[in-house]
T-cell receptor, first 110, second 112 residues
């Protein structure tokens, strides 16, 4: 699917634990994005990256950090997970003329 | 920053009828407006987009209109079919590579 994968696809964790989600692309594209999707809120941008080591905050960045040490990987970290971070997380890249989304990661924080 | 409002949140139409979803945006600098369709349990997928130098764009049964002066844009689906049932998101951005801000979505139900 357009060379974008996310791992893990599902994760259940406990409040206060650190969690890292990985987005991997084979398209060699410069821009990568992390969104979260919640009922009634649509898709909200968390962080994005416009190159290796170049990242910026989105709409809902509090409680999240990101890293991009190489072009193909964009990592999203929850330093200390909270129940409000239970969500579906989508990574996205640009493929052709569209922002193409990965398959998503369903994260549950108990 | 940009804010995108989308209405209605839920829409039910009879199969064969037309559906219209409306969005407004706040940042006059936005000039790229994509629409995404998301089926249950799947990723959002681009169905059509429009840029600010165009007032209308059509692709088979789907059309999008843009009014830059009023800062609103709409999705029109004609001759609706059961497979049109999904959640639709509008969005706005300054360009394709820039951060995209999404509306909250419209759940479209096609009634038999």
């Amino acid at each position: 699917d357009a060379g974008i994968t996310q791992s893990p696809r599902h994760k259940v964790t406990e409040t206060g634990t650190p969690v890292t989600l990985r987005c991997h692309q084979t398209e060699n594209h410069r821009y990568m994005y992390w969104y979260r999707q919640d009922p009634g809120h649509g898709l909200r941008l968390i962080h994005y990256s416009y190159g290796v080591k170049d990242t910026d905050k989105g709409e809902v960045s509090d409680g999240y950090s990101v890293s991009r040490s190489k072009t193909e990987d964009f990592l999203l970290t929850l330093e200390s997970a909270t129940s409000s971070q239970t969500s579906v997380y989508f990574c996205a890249i640009i493929v052709g003329n569209e922002q193409f989304f990965g398959p998503g990661t369903r994260l549950t924080v108990l | 920053g940009e804010n995108v409002e989308q209405h209605p949140s839920t829409l039910s139409v009879q199969e064969g009828d037309s559906a219209v979803i409306k969005c407004t945006y706040s940042d006059s600098a936005s000039n790229y407006f994509p629409w995404y369709k998301q089926e249950l349990g799947k990723r959002p997928q681009l169905i059509i987009d429009i840029r600010s130098n165009v007032g209308e764009k059509k692709d088979q049964r789907i059309a999008v209109t843009l009014n830059k002066t009023a800062k609103h844009f709409s999705l029109h689906i004609t001759e609706t079919q059961p497979e049109d049932s999904a959640v639709y998101f509008c969005a706005a951005s300054m360009n394709r590579d820039d951060k995209i801000i999404f509306g909250k979505g419209t759940r479209l139900h096609i009634l038999p």
